[in-house]
């Protein structure tokens, strides 16, 4: 089945830094999102995004299809946005929606 | 309020009790899906439906049971059969298999 690689595992920033999470799939896929996960367990979309870019506020995504990673950029980082940041994809059999490991970033005032 | 509601919150049971997860949407999606984490870890697939009456094992589907009898409903059922339950359960859903999946607050599960 598919392979998904997310990286670094671990980030640790002070506020007001930038950071980029990457994820990286081994075949092709028809769905892609990023997720949030907050202290309480809570999954927040934050991006469907199987090709192409978008943005929304101080986040964006830009998914490579053809070169099988995705990015997502966090800038001017907040508190808030500490927790786990999963990237998941839908092989193109459509038969499983693959999580990756996920990044855990903690955001320091 | 249109959403996923998983309940309950938290769960507690004995050994070798049988235990039924309940997530409810009404968002009018055809496709549900459940998931487990583990401490630290990511999440992993159970089972899935993509229309009513009909649902499909994901990859750690052994000692748990679902059904699909309503479009609305997709209860899980862990059984004694599974040996680590403890865990913590994600309900999640989207218009079809193809497309955005939206998840609910999750039922963390201790089986003493």
């Known amino acids: 089945g598919i392979q998904v690689e997310q990286s670094p595992p671990d980030l640790i920033l002070q506020e007001g830094a930038n950071s980029t999470l990457r994820c990286n799939f081994s075949?092709?896929?028809?769905?892609l999102q990023w997720f949030h996960q907050n202290p309480w367990g809570q999954l927040i979309n934050l991006f469907y995004?199987?090709?192409g870019t978008k943005q929304n506020g101080r986040l964006s995504a830009t998914t490579v299809a053809t070169e099988r990673y995705s990015l997502l950029y966090i800038s001017s980082s907040q508190t808030t946005d500490s927790g786990v940041y999963f990237c998941a994809v839908l092989d193109n059999y459509g038969q499983n929606f693959v999580f990756g490991p996920g990044t855990r970033l903690s955001v320091l005032p | 309020d249109g959403g996923i509601t998983q309940s309950p919150k938290y769960l507690f049971r004995k050994e070798g009790q049988n235990v039924t997860l309940s997530c409810e949407q009404n968002?009018?999606?055809?496709?549900m899906y459940w998931y487990r984490q583990d401490p630290g870890q990511g999440l992993r697939l159970i089972y899935y439906s993509q229309i009513v009456n009909d649902f499909q094992k994901g990859d750690i589907a052994e000692g748990y049971s679902v059904s699909r009898e309503k479009k609305e409903s997709f209860p899980l059922t862990v059984t004694s059969a599974q040996k680590n339950p403890t865990a913590f359960y994600l309900c999640a859903s989207s218009v079809t298999h193809y497309t955005e999946a939206f998840f609910g607050q999750g039922t963390r599960l201790t089986v003493v």
């Open positions: 075949d092709s896929v028809n769905n």
């Open positions: 995004i199987p090709s």
């Open positions: 968002l009018n999606h055809d496709a």
